[in-house]
């Protein structure tokens, strides 16, 4: 395995307290950033603007994941505004390879995520249009919420394409990690992690140095 990249999720942040939450987490990689729109899924987070003013703040960069419909008119807002990797749904989307070349474009990493009832075979061979992949590990929406060691074989189908095809295509797993489940997810072919509330719960640094040892030790 090569990096690992713990991509806390500041979801499970106190929201009122963003400037230091994000200073507690500068060992991280990537701020993971949530965005829910309460349609895509029934939960509501926030928009460009907050969004805007995390960036101006963070110490490190921004992994934005967006829950929301229609991201194929909303998503490049993301990228102008500085974001590091701008993460999609394909559910959500109404031409993902369109889409991921505009965040490119802007100059944005461009990735797509599946949610755990979604299939990745019809993404295998478009995988050179996408800087990352994100599996849903939950269902999104929640933190909190258990890992489904279910979704592992997409993973697997995802590590042999990027492997075969000698790409660098980061495989992202979100929800449910653990210094336990990080073990099953970076077996399965994850490089990058997004945890919540495994890193809020204790101290950011301590939970941070335990995911990335545990990752790289598989
Ligand atoms: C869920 C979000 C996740 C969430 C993960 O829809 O996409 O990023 O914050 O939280 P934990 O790590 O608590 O499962
Ligand atoms: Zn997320």
Not at 48 to 65: A, C, E, K, N, T
Request: aromatic fraction near 6%.
């Amino acid at each position: 395995m090569g990096h690992v990249r713990i991509n806390p999720s500041i979801l499970a942040a106190d929201f009122v307290n963003m400037q230091s939450e994000v200073q507690r987490i500068r060992t991280a990689d990537l701020v993971h950033v949530d965005v829910m729109d309460n349609h895509f899924v029934p939960n509501l987070t926030f928009g460009p603007q907050m969004v805007g003013r995390i960036q101006d703040v963070s110490p490190i960069p921004l992994d934005v994941h967006l829950m929301i419909d229609d991201p194929d008119r909303w998503a490049p807002g993301y990228a102008e505004l500085g974001a590091y990797s701008v993460t999609f749904h394909a559910e959500a989307a109404h031409d993902p390879v369109a889409l991921a070349r505009k965040l490119r474009a802007i100059g944005a990493r461009a990735g797509i995520a599946v949610k755990p009832g979604t299939g990745v075979e019809r993404y295998l061979d478009l995988l050179e249009e996408f800087d990352q992949v994100l599996v849903m590990t939950v269902e999104p929406g929640f933190g909190g919420q258990s890992f489904m060691p279910e979704t592992m074989p997409k993973l697997q189908a995802l590590r042999a394409a990027v492997e075969a095809r000698g790409l660098d295509v980061w495989l992202q797993v979100d929800g449910g990690i653990t210094e336990e489940t990080i073990v099953t997810a970076a077996a399965a072919g994850a490089d990058t992690f997004v945890a919540g509330s495994s890193v809020f719960r204790g101290e950011p640094a301590e939970r941070i140095a335990a995911l990335r040892d545990a990752a790289s030790a598989h």
